[in-house]
């Protein structure tokens, strides 16, 4: 949500008002600017994000930040560039969408060590 917000800043006010103690939040947010192309815009995003970026938004919190959806990250870079980065939106068909989601689901086993991907993902918790 963070990269379809003009100012991305307001998030930060909303968590402190809201987040309970012991509450967590989980945000995700694209990764790697040099990534941004038409997609990008045709989502309504402002930006995507470098690890440290997020990180720095976010530090006012304590926050555990990992890449995901990685196993499709060099599949993806290939079709932005045979695409040259124009909009991709398609529904794809039902068996494809299936083992999209079996791919992301093995993801959950493997944040702690994938080094890049698509997309990042903050677990937030309030520092009280």
Known sequence: MLEHLEDDRIILRYLQDNLKDNGIAIITVPAHPWLFSEHDR?????????????????????????YYNSLLFPAEILYRL???????????????????????????????????????????????
Do not use: W
Not at 96 to 125: D, M, Q, R, W
């Open 42 to 66: 045709v989502c309504g995003h402002y930006r995507r994000y470098t690890k440290k970026q997020l990180k720095d938004l976010l530090g006012n919190f304590d926050c555990k930040i990992y």
């Open 82 to 128: 045979i695409t040259k980065g124009k909009n991709n939106l398609k529904q794809v068909p039902d068996i494809l969408n299936h083992l999209l989601f079996f791919i992301l689901s093995l993801e959950y086993y493997l944040l702690p060590i994938l080094p890049a991907g698509l997309s990042l993902l903050a677990i937030v918790k309030n520092r009280k």
